[in-house]
DNA sequence: TCGCTTATTAGCAATGAAGCTAAACTTCAT
DNA sequence: ATGAAGTTTAGCTTCATTGCTAATAAGCGA
């Protein structure tokens, strides 16, 4: 049921979790510091932040006390890139991305 | 917190929905041609085609008795394109796509 | 008008997401 | 050990989504 795509669209639908994503683009950053930049809660951002991961969008690692996220760009751009090349292949391109040898899962269940 | 990129990536969370876009893709298709390709029932399909639409990637077209379908693909490009193109602008081009131009009429949410 | 086709809307049940507070867990310092 | 800092997990509430069936609207032809 939970395809990739899914997960990585379902993921991106969150404009907090897009903004993390966002922040991440320069660099890692503990999930303290992630939390500070916003309203809601450490554990509400640190739900998030199980989103992303569960998606493939972020990889994290521990450094004594913290836990350091990064973005895994590539993966973003894959998944991404990978749908919107065969619905719209005019009007995008995909850069150093190989392609996943086969097609899609055909998963049409609704 | 419905802003475009919301809607547009949570329009794109569902299979079904990818699956229509998809399928849209070689030109417009009548609600009922679209919905014969799934096995949920008419109404179901007509839900996810109004998410499409109040999502701004699909657009309609009343022909007599049915309403046709089309692929709004430039939108699509632009919104999703244009939010990669900051996370990861190493990993994805964008082609004939205007610099953020769009000043939406923020859609209503039911 | 009546009936058929096409498609959407209404109403309901089940499921999942998102937010909070409180508790638990890990790591390091005292 | 004890404690403090940093994060996550648990439990709960609230609201949105997804699917169905039944009902409604709109268009066309006899």
């Not at 379902?10 to 922040?23: F, G």
């Not at 391109?93 to 899609?104: E, F, I, W």
Request: hydrophobic share 40%; with cysteine; net charge positive.
């Amino acid at each position: 049921m939970t395809d990739t795509a899914s997960d990585v669209f379902a993921a991106l639908a969150h404009p907090t979790r897009r903004q993390i994503l966002q922040d991440l683009k320069d660099g890692e950053l503990a999930a303290g510091e992630i939390a500070a930049r916003f309203q809601a809660t450490g554990p509400t951002i640190s739900r998030h932040l199980g989103v992303l991961r569960q998606a493939g969008l972020v990889t994290e690692r521990r450094d004594a006390n913290r836990i350091l996220y990064s973005l895994a760009g590539e993966r973003l751009a894959l998944s991404v890139g990978d749908f919107l090349s065969t619905v719209c292949p005019e009007q995008i391109v995909l850069r150093q991305v190989r392609k996943r040898s086969t097609g899609q899962p055909a998963e049409t269940q609704a």
